[in-house]
Antibody, heavy 123, light 108 residues
Framework: QLQLQESGPGLVKPSETLSLTCTLS??????????WGWIRQPPGKGLEWIGS???????YYNPSLKSRVTISVDTSKNQFSLKLTSVTAADTAVYYC???????????????WGQGTRVTVSS | EIVLTQSPGTLSLSPGERATVSCRAS???????LAWYQQRPGQAPRLLIY???FRAAGIPHRFSGSGSGTDFTLTISRLEPEDFAVYYC?????????FGQGTKLEIK
């Protein structure tokens, strides 16, 4: 059964770049039946979609973050990654990676999810 | 951007009762692109319902989803102790994908 695991620094300084990685277990990142994504949740708040990527490299970003976000795939490591530049305290959140199953061009809801990784932006 | 508004913000009920959570969209959402998630404290969201009314694998039958257009509903027929959590709706048919603000289901 496909499992996802986030990793990366738990503390990032303001104005620096947040970098996280999501590693897949029990399936290949090149599996064209999945669409990979990042979602975040500020403390005590709701969920915000950051962006998504197909195994082929096609990316889709939330316009509210688009100027600062890059999502990429590393097939050799079976991972996909998130980079968020020029972070501020408002970027403090739990960051989740997740997959969306696709079938015949239709992609479904996020399932599975990683367990999440907490990132604090502070000097 | 499609804004999803959930109601109520908090729902206080007892085990065995029926829970109904509403999700209203600012624009029409494809019924194939509306999902519900459950999030327990300290855990990642768990997919309950996709395509507005289809239960995800392993989800008990007491969870059901309905609706179309701009109005969707999650119903839990008889609450179990483990159902007290926060619930989110999610539309994934229009970019950017968006989530509702959440409904906290608490024990009365």
């Amino acid at each position: 059964q496909l499992q996802l695991q986030e990793s990366g620094p738990g503390l990032v300084k303001p104005s620096e770049t947040l970098s996280l990685t999501c590693t897949l277990s029990y399936d290949s990142i090149s599996n064209s039946t999945y669409f990979w994504g990042w979602i975040r949740q500020p403390p005590g708040k709701g969920l915000e979609w950051i962006g998504s990527i197909f195994y082929s490299g096609s990316t889709y970003y939330n316009p509210s973050l688009k100027s600062r976000v890059t999502i990429s795939v590393d097939t050799s490591k079976n991972q996909f990654s998130l980079k968020l530049t020029s972070v501020t305290a408002a970027d403090t959140a739990v960051y989740y990676c997740a997959g969306r199953y696709c079938d015949n061009g239709v992609c479904y809801a996020f399932d599975p999810w990683g367990q999440g990784t907490r990132v604090t932006v502070s000097s | 951007e499609i804004v999803l508004t959930q109601s109520p913000g908090t729902l206080s009920l007892s085990p065995g009762e029926r829970a109904t959570v509403s999700c209203r969209a600012s624009q029409s959402v494809s019924s194939t692109s509306l999902a519900w998630y459950q999030q327990r404290p300290g855990q990642a969201p768990r997919l309950l319902i996709y395509g507005a009314s289809f239960r995800a694998a392993g989800i008990p039958h007491r969870f059901s989803g309905s609706g179309s257009g701009t109005d969707f509903t999650l119903t839990i027929s008889r609450l179990e102790p483990e159902d007290f959590a926060v619930y989110y709706c999610h539309q994934y048919g229009s970019s950017p994908q968006t989530f509702g603000q959440g409904t906290k289901l608490e024990i009365k």
